[in-house]
């Protein structure tokens, strides 16, 4: 069965950093690429990150380029999304995601697993 279980969300002061961890069980997905999306009470599940398959490649919504940095360690199965100078406006459920397909990076449906999600609360 596969399992993708995010961790370190929580509840930290405008400015201030969180690093998500996502760890996937049940099968290697170090051949695909893997993302974070989120989504903040009362919007549409938006996209944030995505890394490609061995880390060449990262893409990034305009609204977190520059703060948040993508990365992944295959041996663990693990992504990573390390935020910094957070804002309030980021705060959200974030999910990890893994892409099977060969579809845009940026669109949600074509994401095959996800996670359950962890809260990211920031406050001004």
């Known amino acids: 069965q596969v399992q993708l279980v995010e961790s370190g969300g929580g509840l930290v002061q405008a400015g201030g950093s969180l690093r998500l961890s996502c760890a996937a069980s049940?099968?290697?997905?170090?051949?695909?690429?893997m993302a974070w999306f989120r989504q903040a009470p009362g919007k549409e599940r938006e996209f944030v990150a995505a890394i490609n398959w061995n880390g060449g490649k990262t893409y990034y919504a305009d609204s977190v380029k520059g703060r948040f940095t993508i990365s992944r360690d295959n041996a663990k199965n693990t992504v990573y999304l390390q935020m910094n100078s957070l804002k309030p406006e980021d705060t959200a459920v974030y999910y990890c995601?893994?892409?099977?397909?060969?579809?845009?990076?940026?669109?949600?449906?074509?994401?095959?697993?996800w996670g359950q999600g962890t809260q990211v609360t920031v406050s001004s």
């Open positions: 995601a893994v892409k099977i397909s060969s579809g845009s990076f940026y669109d949600k449906s074509e994401y095959h697993y």
């Open positions: 049940g099968r290697t997905f170090s051949g695909y690429t």
